[in-house]
């Protein structure tokens, strides 16, 4: 509505019509939730269901409102197409996305209690205020976690969906579009992505507070190395995001002062990356321990603690957003007179960030004690949320108004460049499976924790292996869903246009431009 850009009214309307399909499946595989639940865990329902029974109720007429925005909003796009109406769709739109966010909230305390239980005393019996059982001590951080999250997520579905469209294109016209649907998409998940590992921190931070023996369960005790697979599938975002920004400059006939650069920044996240992931302790037979002298590495040992990983995570994300900006400007030349010394402060941002990220987590990171190692994290994130917001609002201003270099070339990208959208959206399935058992685990043997015990024959935490088996399957069954999704919406496509041709008088849906206003009879 803001860019009058009929593109992303043809991008909405036609990921709304994937939607459709996803959201009923959604609700079936919710449904089938639902019911196992009852079915396994009667006693722990019971419980829930007498705390949280008004909760339910509301999340069962809220899903309504959401299914019934969802379908008006769908079904009424031709009708409010134009003017005033135009403005109610839209309305539609965010109501649809309002429900559904306070769906997510609803349920984000149910999972919350069963992490830090609130409102009840010791013996678990409720208290009478049902705000303090839904306001719990979890309920914001990971209501901030899985909001951002979601966003990321469903950028890189969406980035998904527009490779797999790219790539069966017949077309230089469908590539285009979905070249330019995949770039949006891929912008929209990296902006997402930029912030999501401090609310992920956060959330961390907050589980320590609450129960200092969760938080050694999750990061230092039996979790650990899960944690070590999540940093390198993290790793795998960060490289496909910035893979794909990469091939993206094959688009721009300027992009060839800037790819010089793209080694030292691939090099500088590879480093990143190998520190990230780089384990503290190493899990070695006897002779390997005989012969290294122990269980931390000489070298590498050092590398292994938090101050080394967030020193790593925050150049990350500093070198992406550099990959970012090089790629916006890539096509581009600023006219206006302060541009030398627009990039200058720029570079001298970038440079005083990461030098003081970098003595950061070198000094309070290894020659003071653990207070000021935990401390020194927040200055580190400060800095890095400084390059972003400042250098973002300086190029915006500074490339207001810039010209081209030349022609860009939509469609114009590398095959290989969609497999990165592919990637992006499987890791993000791969690490919300695993970060989903991780959250679920640290609870052990209690449903609620300290409250109600799980006193079953099944009350055991699995091995590492067989749960990376079981998220691994479940990832690969839910990408399969996601990719038949696509094909349904495609075959769908495919039958309007086959139709079309038959009957021109059946037209398929392209939105039109604003309607001309009627000649008098004066002109």
């Known amino acids: 509505m803001a860019t009058k850009d009929e593109r992303y009214d043809k991008m909405a309307y036609e990921f709304i019509k994937v939607s459709i399909t996803a959201y009923s499946i959604t609700a079936i595989i919710g449904g089938l939730l639902a019911f196992s639940l009852f079915m396994f865990y009667p006693d722990f329902m019971k419980y829930m269901t007498r705390l949280f029974g008004p909760t339910m109720l509301a999340y069962a007429l809220i899903f309504f409102a959401e ?12 009708a409010m197409h134009y003017g005033f109406l135009k403005w109610v769709h839209l309305t539609i739109g965010l109501v649809l996305n309002a429900v559904g966010t306070m769906l997510m909230f609803l349920a984000n ?10 409102g009840v005393d010791a013996a678990g019996a409720f208290q009478g205020d049902i705000w303090k059982v839904i306001h719990n001590f979890l309920w914001n951080p990971i209501n ?21 469209r790219f790539l ?14 995949g770039y949006t998409a891929n912008l929209i998940a990296i902006g997402a992505l930029l912030p999501l590992p401090f609310a992920g921190y956060w959330l961390t931070a907050e589980i320590y507070a609450y129960s200092q023996q ?10 650990a190395w899960l944690f070590i697979t999540q940093a390198v599938i993290i790793g795998a975002l960060f490289l496909s995001a910035n893979y794909y920004l990469w091939c993206g400059m094959e688009r721009s006939p300027g992009a060839y002062r800037y790819t010089k650069y793209i080694k030292y920044i691939a090099g500088v996240i590879a480093v990143c990356f190998l520190v990230w992931f780089t384990p503290h302790t190493l899990i070695l037979k006897p002779w390997e321990l005989k012969t290294l002298g122990g269980q931390y590495h000489p070298f590498l040992g050092p590398l292994g603690i938090m101050p080394a990983k967030n020193t790593a995570v925050n150049n990350m ?19 206006v007179s302060w541009a030398a010394a627009g990039s200058a402060i720029q570079a001298a ?16 990171g290894y020659f003071t004690n653990t207070v000021y190692k935990v401390a020194s994290s927040v200055p580190q994130v400060a800095s890095t949320l400084t390059v972003i917001i400042s250098c973002m609002v300086i190029d915006v201003l500074m490339f207001k108004g810039a010209k081209d270099v030349g022609e860009f070339r939509w469609g114009k990208m590398p095959q290989r460049s969609q497999y990165a959208l592919f990637l992006l959206a499987v890791s993000f399935t791969w690490l919300m499976g695993l970060m989903g ?12 924790y300290t409250v109600m015990r799980d006193n079953s024959l099944d009350a055991f935490t699995p091995t590492i292996g067989y749960a990376a088996k079981v998220v691994s399957i479940a990832t690969v069954i839910f990408m399969a869903i996601v990719i038949f999704i696509f094909w349904l919406s495609q075959l769908s496509a495919k039958k309007q246009e086959d139709k079309s041709k038959l009957h021109p008088e059946v037209i398929p849906y392209e939105p039109a431009a604003k309607p001309l206003k009627p000649e008098t009879e004066t002109e």
Do not use: C
């Open 67 to 78: 299914s019934a925005s969802l379908y008006i909003y769908y079904y009424g796009w031709h």
């Open 109 to 118: 305390s149910w999972v919350t209690f069963m992490l830090s239980p609130g």
């Open 144 to 164: 901030l976690h899985r909001f951002v999250a979601n966003i990321a997520y469903g950028g890189s579905i969406v980035g998904a969906y527009a490779a797999y």
């Open 168 to 181: 069966s294109a017949r077309n230089e016209t469908e590539k285009a579009h979905y070249d330019w649907m």
């Open 214 to 223: 969760m938080g050694i369960t999750l990061m230092g005790g039996v979790f």
């Open 317 to 335: 994300l500093i070198f992406t957003f550099l990959s970012f900006l090089l790629y916006r400007r890539a096509n581009k030349i600023p006219t």
């Open 349 to 364: 941002i970038f440079i005083a960030a990461i030098l003081n990220i970098v003595y950061l987590g070198v000094y309070y």
């Open 437 to 448: 058992f991780i959250r679920s685990a640290i609870r052990q043997h209690w449903h609620v």
